[in-house]
């Protein structure tokens, strides 16, 4: 059977400081890597704090691509 797999992204709404905060929050309580397989992914400005913060964790990590806006949902 296949590992379900949970991801997720928050497009240029955090910042690092903001990205940390985040970590901080689900560290511990993310699911067992062998049950679920967890992904986040963020913009290039908070990727050096979200690799760095997910170390050590289940958390995989996922680079989103650019976009010229400074904050925006993209839904098209």
């Known amino acids: 059977m296949r590992t379900p797999f949970i991801a997720g992204n928050w ?3 955090k910042n690092p ?3 940390q905060e985040f970590l901080d929050g689900v560290k511990g309580k993310l699911p067992d890597a ?3 397989e967890t992904v986040i992914g963020a913009p290039a400005i908070d990727l050096t704090t979200l690799v760095a913060g997910a170390e050590g ?3 995989k990590t996922a680079a989103e ?3 010229f806006e400074r904050r925006r ?3 098209w």
Do not use: A, D, G, I
Request: aromatic fraction near 6%.
């Open 65 to 67: 691509n650019c976009y």
């Open 73 to 75: 949902c993209l839904h």
């Open 17 to 19: 400081k903001e990205t």
């Open 34 to 36: 062998s049950k679920v």
């Open 57 to 59: 964790t289940p958390l």
């Open 11 to 13: 497009k240029m709404n």
